[in-house]
């Protein structure tokens, strides 16, 4: 007996809901765009769906035709590739459009994880909608909610951004602009510039926020480990083989300040100065004067500039 046969001809009981069972093998329709994720470590994440779809579907388009190969070749799946990758994505979107044009099914895939998000699929997705054909999304693994869901962080929201500018200038640029949200953030970091983005996290958002590191998530050596900032980079050195395979970063947010915290002078010193002077200044000149800490007059002039706004 196939898996097929377990798991779409097996009988269901009459009394239970449409929505509870087990719908049929599912083909895919002409001139549409299937958006399907892939595992991105261990190939048995992928879903009953998506394979459905990979092995019916006339042309995949994928980001590594050679690393898409491999998991196709494990799913006895034999299909008609073209290459899809940030090099190509506008050059390629007029060849989608005509194999679409022509009643053919494609199917977007990247090499680990769900198109468009971190990886080329977007411009082909927002390019094709456009044109006015359809585009079906195939749920199925995304690093960042893997990451996110095994973490125990237990605030309601959060942010992803993604990879931050490989160079530090830009990177640290990005920070000061992420400072103040409130909510986790999600990086994705390569192995090669985990440390120097471990740095600048501490650098432009202080050693004291919480910090998850997750990498080879679903390989074999899955690892996820927790601490403060000031720890993280420390814990990365004490083994070598912990700063290899590819990062997830979940960041803690930005602690809105205890006015309390502040005494009443620093903080008339800080509204005045917020009056006449950029941010960034206003902060500087108060820690100066004042000798209260830059980081928390920074955040109680976030806090009093955003009240400002909503006054407005």
Same mark, same amino acid.
């Given at each position: 007996?196939?898996?097929?046969? $377990?798991?779409?001809?097996?009988?269901?009981?009459?009394?239970?809901?449409?929505? %509870?069972?087990?719908?049929?093998?599912?083909?895919?329709?002409? +001139?549409?765009?299937?958006?399907?994720?892939? #595992?991105? +470590?261990?190939?048995?994440?992928?879903?009953?769906?998506?394979?459905?779809?990979?092995?019916?579907?006339?042309?995949?388009? /994928?980001?590594?035709?050679?690393?898409?190969?491999?998991?196709?070749?494990?799913?006895? $799946?034999?299909?008609?590739?073209?290459?899809?990758?940030?090099?190509?994505?506008?050059?390629?979107?007029?060849?989608?459009?005509?194999?679409?044009?022509?009643?053919?099914?494609?199917?977007?895939?990247?090499?680990?994880?769900?198109? +468009?998000?971190?990886?080329?699929?977007?411009?082909?997705?927002?390019?094709?909608?456009?044109?006015?054909?359809?585009?079906?999304?195939?749920?199925?693994?995304?690093?960042?909610? %893997?990451?996110?869901?095994?973490?125990?962080?237990?605030?309601?929201?959060?942010?992803?951004? +993604?990879?931050?500018?490989?160079?530090?200038?830009?990177?640290? &640029?990005?920070?000061?602009?992420?400072?103040?949200? #409130?909510?986790?953030?999600?990086?994705?970091?390569?192995?090669? &510039?985990?440390?120097?983005?471990?740095?600048?996290?501490?650098?432009?958002?202080?050693?004291?926020? &919480?910090?998850?590191?997750?990498?080879?998530?679903?390989?074999?050596?899955?690892?996820?480990?927790?601490?403060?900032?000031?720890?993280?980079?420390?814990?990365?050195?004490?083994?070598?083989?912990?700063?290899?395979?590819?990062?997830?970063?979940?960041?803690?947010?930005?602690?809105?300040?205890?006015? /309390?915290?502040?005494?009443?002078?620093?903080?008339?010193?800080?509204?005045?100065?917020?009056?006449?002077?950029?941010?960034?200044?206003?902060?500087?000149?108060?820690?100066? $004067?004042?000798?209260?800490?830059?980081?928390?007059?920074?955040?109680? /002039?976030?806090?009093?500039?955003?009240?400002?706004?909503?006054?407005?």
């Amino acid at each position: 007996m196939s898996i097929n046969d $377990i798991f779409y001809n097996t009988p269901h009981p009459s009394n239970q809901p449409d929505h %509870c069972k087990m719908q049929s093998k599912e083909l895919p329709s002409p +001139g549409t765009l299937y958006i399907v994720a892939t #595992p991105i +470590g261990n190939l048995r994440d992928i879903t009953l769906r998506a394979l459905d779809i990979l092995s019916a579907v006339d042309v995949m388009a /994928a980001e590594d035709t050679r690393t898409t190969a491999n998991l196709l070749r494990h799913y006895s $799946i034999n299909k008609k590739m073209m290459a899809l990758h940030r090099h190509n994505e506008n050059a390629t979107v007029d060849k989608v459009a005509s194999l679409l044009s022509r009643g053919q099914s494609v199917a977007l895939v990247t090499d680990a994880g769900t198109p +468009g998000i971190s990886d080329p699929g977007g411009i082909l997705v927002k390019l094709i909608r456009e044109q006015g054909y359809k585009v079906v999304p195939v749920p199925g693994p995304s690093a960042a909610v %893997c990451a996110l869901s095994a973490a125990g962080i237990t605030a309601p929201h959060f942010l992803f951004y +993604g990879f931050l500018p490989a160079s530090g200038g830009p990177r640290r &640029r990005e920070l000061e602009a992420l400072k103040s949200q #409130p909510y986790t953030i999600i990086f994705y970091e390569a192995p090669h &510039r985990i440390l120097e983005c471990l740095t600048d996290l501490v650098e432009v958002l202080g050693d004291q926020r &919480r910090i998850t590191i997750a990498r080879e998530l679903t390989k074999l050596f899955e690892t996820i480990h927790s601490c403060e900032l000031r720890d993280a980079s420390a814990w990365l050195q004490a083994d070598p083989n912990r700063q290899k395979g590819e990062f997830v970063l979940l960041v803690s947010g930005a602690v809105a300040p205890n006015p /309390a915290e502040l005494p009443e002078q620093a903080q008339h010193i800080l509204k005045l100065l917020l009056r006449d002077l950029p941010l960034k200044h206003a902060v500087t000149l108060s820690a100066e $004067i004042s000798g209260e800490s830059k980081n928390t007059l920074y955040s109680q /002039a976030l806090l009093l500039q955003r009240e400002q706004n909503q006054q407005k």
